[in-house]
Structure formats: structure tokens, C-alpha cells
Nanobody, 120 residues
């Protein structure tokens, strides 16, 4: 299992950009597919993006496709979420999660979340 810690959240104006990072501990990070989710107040947790263990495959929810980019650096045990053209409705707590299979199966680990607030 890996331990995950998100960072990079903050307050940004609409139209701005942020890059979130998710640092993983342990030497097995490269075996995991990684996902990003978010949860806004009063709403269910929403899947955003996924990256395969090698980084060669990615998948996005329609709500963020074309604006957000997921990537990973296995040498640094880190997965990223580049967020551009941010909107007030992107305000949420953002989480990374790890699972053994790309786009399938349960998540083994979750981070504690990082707050993103987009002002209008």
C-alpha cells in the first residue's frame, strides 16, 4: 500500500491555473494506477481523471476534459493535476487515489485532500 499526500491547492481567480501534486511514499508507486477526484460541499465525490501505471494512458471526465491534465513522474513518486481555465464550480476538496488496475477495481489508498477555491 502507498501513503498519499496532496498539495498545491489554494485560492485562484476564475480563468486562472493551479497544479496539484500527490506525493506517494513507498517503492511500489509505479505499480499503481492513479486517479484524481474532488468533492464540493453538499455533493458526492466526483471522478476527474486517471493515469495508468506507466503514464501512457489517461482518461478524463467530461467536466474537465480539455482543461485539466493528469500526469505522473514515477522517479519522483508523484502524480500531478494541471488545472487551467478554472471556474467557480471547480471549487472543491481535491483527492488523489491509488488502485492496482487502471479504471477498474477498488482504490487501495486515498490522500487527505487539498482545498481549491476559485473566486468569480
Amino acid at each position: 500500500q502507498v501513503q498519499l499526500v496532496e498539495s498545491g491547492g489554494g485560492l485562484v481567480q476564475a480563468g486562472g491555473s493551479l497544479r496539484l501534486s500527490c506525493a506517494a511514499s513507498g517503492r511500489v508507486f509505479s505499480r499503481y494506477a492513479m486517479d484524481w477526484f474532488r468533492q464540493a460541499p453538499g455533493k458526492e465525490r466526483e471522478f476527474l481523471a486517471a493515469v495508468s501505471w506507466s503514464g501512457s494512458r489517461t482518461y478524463y471526465a467530461d467536466s474537465v476534459k480539455g482543461r485539466f491534465t493528469i500526469s505522473r513522474d514515477n522517479a519522483k513518486n508523484t502524480v500531478y493535476l494541471q488545472m487551467n481555465s478554472l471556474k467557480p464550480e471547480d471549487t472543491a476538496v481535491y483527492y488523489c487515489a491509488a488502485r492496482m488496475m487502471y479504471l477498474a477495481g477498488p482504490h487501495d489508498s486515498w490522500g487527505q485532500g487539498t482545498q481549491v477555491t476559485v473566486s468569480s
